[in-house]
């Protein structure tokens, strides 16, 4: 059964930058039918895609974020990460990895929240 | 970015009331939405996608219909378990847009 698993820290300083790792497992990172999503979730915002990625390296981006904003993917570990620069406090949010697929958002992990405070 | 707009916000309903929600999209989006149930302090599920197609262990109950710019969801007899926020979200085009999320709650 597929699992996602986000870490990294609770917490960063503001003006840092936010490091995201997502664990997928049981399945492939390499599956040709699938791509890997970050999405995060706050009560100011709601429920706000953040980027996608292909086990091939290509990448889409949010344009509201698109400047601040890196995912990546290691298949060889199968892990997928995000980084977001420059953060403020209107970046604390739950953060969710998640697997796509054509025409849906079929798989999330549990969500790690992330507080940007001094 | 295409703007998704639920109606209502928020509804109270009783256990075997019908409920339905509603989504509409700024532009045409075809019928490249999902809807997706969240309850508290758990990710969002996916219920719906294509519109209308129940994602696989979805009890039949939900259904989802439309295209174009109005979408609905519907479930025909709600269960204590369906009490939650539900959210349309966007296919149609990057960035994905999920709509502003509707709370079912016991009336």
């Known amino acids: 059964q597929l699992q996602l698993q986000e870490s990294g820290p609770g917490l960063v300083r503001p003006s840092e930058t936010l490091s995201l790792a997502c664990t997928v497992s049981?399945?492939?990172?390499?599956?040709?039918?699938?791509?890997w999503a970050w999405i995060r979730q706050s009560p100011e915002k709601g429920l706000e895609w953040i980027a996608t990625i292909y086990y091939t390296g290509t990448t889409y981006y949010n344009p509201s974020l698109k400047s601040r904003v890196t995912i990546s993917i290691d298949t060889s570990t199968n892990q997928f990460y995000l980084k977001l620069s420059s953060v403020t406090a209107a970046d604390t949010a739950l953060y969710y990895c998640?697997?796509?697929?054509?025409?849906?958002?079929?798989?999330w992990g549990q969500g790690t929240l992330v507080t940007v405070s001094s | 970015a295409i703007q998704m707009t639920q109606s209502p916000s928020s509804l109270s309903a009783s256990v075997g009331d019908r409920v339905t929600i509603i989504c509409r999209a700024s532009?045409?989006?075809?019928?490249?939405l999902g809807w997706y149930q969240q309850k508290s302090g758990k990710a969002p599920n996916l219920l719906i996608y294509?519109?209308?197609n129940l994602e696989s262990g979805v009890p039949s109950r939900f259904s989802g219909s439309g295209s174009g710019t109005e979408f609905t969801l519907t479930i025909t007899s709600l269960q204590p378990e369906d009490f939650a926020t539900y959210y349309c979200?966007?296919?149609?085009?990057?960035?994905?847009?999920f709509g502003q999320g509707t709370k079912v709650d016991v009336k």
């Open positions: 294509g519109a209308s």
């Open positions: 998640a697997r796509e697929r054509a025409g849906a958002i079929e798989h």
């Open positions: 532009q045409d989006i075809k019928n490249d």
């Open positions: 979200l966007q296919e149609y085009s990057r960035p994905k847009t």
């Open positions: 049981g399945g492939s990172i390499s599956s040709p039918s699938h791509y």
